[in-house]
């Protein structure tokens, strides 16, 4: 069984869905709201899991009423939570979401996500040596980040770096990432480059190798050489909440099959995850990622 260790945010989703987008100082019906179990750590750790890997999650929740529920959530994942702490003094992380038209707009209050520490990171070192590979986002402490990018290099394992929310980072360390996972505008952040520059140009001049998410049309990656694509697949947009952390959590699940072979899985399995509303709600199994392969 393939062994991911995730460390990484997780919140509760505050999700509304609307007929449209609201503007500044505009009031609208809404026409439903829920609240889901989310933040890009939980999210990529319950992908993982649901596709067959054996995951463990490093990050902090808040002694709250969403604590538990995330705490719980988790739990019946049979995610390793041995990593995961539990804060008198501060609040559990939250997303606000709305979701129009298949797209969605987030504003995410990190709180308990805020304490993730480099000591939380290295306390988990021998967890992360017997990991296949690593998975790190960008709703914890950026030195959080570098201090896990850093240690998975250190102990031979692959990290995958998903750099959302963007923010430029130092080519320095940035190189030390195996592979790292951004969108065209957060790729252009990341580089601090021209976001209208052509996306393979800046799939080139990137430090670390990239998988590229370009959404419907699928992803580009690029280890050496050119760029090679991989179609997308075609389904029907409810929620992409998430589907991205089903893309990476999936790019790790299969990345010992080989990039090609992860990246057309892992395109399947986002694809899948847009079916439903909710961040981990539609997130599929490995029995349906293999199916819709076979189709």
């Known amino acids: 069984m393939t062994r991911i260790v995730v460390v990484g945010s997780i919140n509760m989703d505050l999700v509304t869905q609307a007929p449209r987008f609201v503007g500044p100082g505009e009031t609208i019906l809404g026409e439903r709201f829920l609240t889901v179990p989310g933040g890009k750590g939980a999210n ?66 990190p709180a308990a996500n805020d304490c993730v520490t480099p000591a939380h990171v290295e306390h988990a070192q021998s967890l992360i040596a017997r990991a296949d590979a690593v998975l790190v986002q960008m709703e914890i402490p950026l030195e959080t980040v570098e201090a896990t990018v850093r240690l998975g290099h250190r102990l031979g394992v692959p990290v995958i770096l998903n750099p959302a929310p963007a923010r430029a980072l130092p080519a320095e360390w940035l190189k030390l990432a195996r592979y790292v996972t951004p969108n065209q505008h957060e790729l252009a952040i990341l580089l601090g480059a021209d976001p209208a520059e052509d996306f393979r140009n800046l799939m080139r001049l990137a430090p670390a190798p990239v998988v590229l998410t370009r959404g419907a ?74 199916d819709l392969l076979a189709r």
């Open 44 to 109: 990529q750790a319950v992908a993982a899991a649901r596709l067959g890997a054996e995951v463990a999650l490093v990050g902090a929740i808040g002694d709250d009423g969403f604590g538990q529920q995330l705490h719980g959530g988790l739990a019946v994942e049979n995610i390793n939570l041995d990593h995961l702490v539990r804060l008198n003094d501060s609040a559990s992380g939250t997303a606000s979401i709305t979701v129009a038209d298949g797209e969605n707009q987030i504003i995410v209050v």
């Open 217 to 290: 049309e699928g992803a580009w990656y690029r280890e050496q050489g050119e760029p090679a694509h991989q179609a997308g697949f075609n389904v029907d947009v409810v929620d992409s909440t998430g589907a991205g952390d089903t893309f990476n959590a999936a790019l790790a699940v299969f990345l010992h099959e080989g990039l090609a072979t992860a990246v057309r899985k892992a395109c399947a399995a986002a694809a899948l995850s847009v079916g439903k509303l909710g961040a981990q709600a539609g997130m599929p199994t490995l029995s349906e990622v293999e």
